[in-house]
């Protein structure tokens, strides 16, 4: 990690970060690939499991390390900024300052937006439905129609709720992204006699061709936490048409 002693390292602090955000996305491609190659049958769960596990442990630890470590540097890098456009009265130094400060401002939103990709507390703070709900709040252009329900009871393992808590997070992504939507949704329903619960995100966008799809591994990610929590993605969409994702997770009660 470099320090921010002074308004030029402020650069190489964004770097710092986005080298931390790269590290991460190869975990879960390699846990896909082993657990397709190497994990006998009976092992498949327990493997499933842990792997999300330690790979959420470990995204915790890094926004934990980015907050305390580059977000407060970055903070006093601002406070100083501050002091020390009140103590130079040169126009030149003054508009370099402001540039400067732009530009720590830039890396605290980026340190804020990394730290929450890598880290979605509000699943431990709030259960699934209260996080999928800030999910669904947080994202402006559409607004996203929610229907989750009113008494949800289900309990189950912290690693299934964090695959759906990021399936819907790349999902509701995608929409703001890429699909010039009036309308988008949220809703998801237990069904008691298939024992499921089903996750359905929709938009009325411009849709896209999921058998023809040239970048991004979003969509591919989406499915390979799905699989391996024993759960099925459908992804239907045309063009011109919208799209729908539907998760459905197998309860076992
Ligand atoms: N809701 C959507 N509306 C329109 N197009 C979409 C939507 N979701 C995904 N796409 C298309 O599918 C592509 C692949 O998505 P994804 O795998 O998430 O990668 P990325 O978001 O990084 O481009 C996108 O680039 C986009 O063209
Ligand atoms: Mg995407």
Request: proline share 4%.
């Amino acid at each position: 990690m470099h320090w921010a002693k002074s308004p030029a390292d402020v650069e190489l602090v964004l770097d710092d970060l986005k080298y931390v955000a790269n590290i991460i996305a190869p975990h879960i491609e390699t846990a896909a690939l082993l657990y397709r190659l190497i994990a006998p049958e009976s092992q498949l769960e327990r493997f499933a499991a842990v792997t999300i596990d330690s790979t959420e442990q470990e995204r915790k630890r890094i926004a934990n390390d980015i907050h305390d470590g580059v977000g407060q540097l970055l903070h006093s890098t601002h406070y100083r900024l501050d002091a020390a456009m009140y103590a130079s009265d040169m126009p030149e130094s003054q508009t370099e300052i402001e540039a400067a400060k732009q530009l720590v401002i830039a890396a605290i939103a980026e340190t804020k937006n990394t730290i929450h990709r890598l880290r979605p507390g509000v699943l431990d703070d709030l259960g699934l439905i209260a996080a999928l709900n800030s999910l669904a709040s947080s994202i402006r252009t559409p607004t996203v129609d929610v229907n989750l329900p009113e008494d949800y009871s289900v309990t189950m393992a912290s690693t299934v709720e964090t695959a759906i808590y990021r399936i819907v997070q790349e999902a509701l992504s995608n929409i703001q992204r890429h699909a010039s939507a009036q309308f988008a949704s949220l809703a998801v329903h237990v069904n008691a006699d298939a024992d499921e619960l089903i996750v359905a995100i929709s938009d009325d966008g411009i849709g896209f061709d999921p058998d023809n799809i040239t970048r991004g591994i979003g969509l591919d990610g989406m499915r390979e936490r799905a699989e391996l929590v024993g759960a099925t993605l459908d992804v239907t969409s045309r063009r011109g048409h919208g799209a729908r994702i539907v998760l459905r997770v197998p309860l076992g009660r």
